[in-house]
């Protein structure tokens, strides 16, 4: 059984700090790359962050340069994604994702997706 789930969201308010977790298990976390997506009300989902399976940055969504960092630890098959200076166009749901992935059971599966987690940014 392969699972991802995220915690970590919730209120702040603009210029707040929040940290997302995603716990993984049924394969090989140490073996692949992860990403943050995120899905605001009435807009289409869009990719975050993207970190190798070594710790190497794959990249940022434009408007989180510099505020938002994503890491993980293999050793506790999590990802991180940091969240500085929030503001309030940061509100949605964030969820954690595994592309092209191998299971433990040995399934191929295209792509992993966590249940999610809410951010609201406001005042």
């Known amino acids: 059984q392969v699972l991802l789930v995220e915690s970590g969201g919730g209120l702040v308010q603009p210029g707040g700090s929040l940290r997302l977790s995603c716990l993984a298990s049924g394969f090989t976390f140490s073996g692949y790359g992860m990403r943050w997506y995120r899905q605001a009300p009435g807009q289409e989902r869009e990719l975050v962050a993207s970190?190798?399976?070594?710790?190497?940055?794959?990249g940022y969504l434009d408007s989180v340069k510099g505020r938002f960092t994503i890491s993980r630890d293999n050793a506790r098959r999590t990802v991180y994604l940091q969240m500085n200076n929030l503001k309030p166009e940061d509100t949605a749901v964030y969820y954690c994702?595994?592309?092209?992935?191998?299971?433990?059971?040995?399934?191929?599966?295209?792509?992993?997706w966590g249940q999610g987690t809410l951010v609201t940014v406001s005042s």
């Open positions: 994702n595994a592309p092209a992935i191998y299971s433990d059971n040995g399934e191929r599966l295209l792509e992993v």
């Open positions: 970190i190798t399976s070594t710790g190497h940055t794959g």
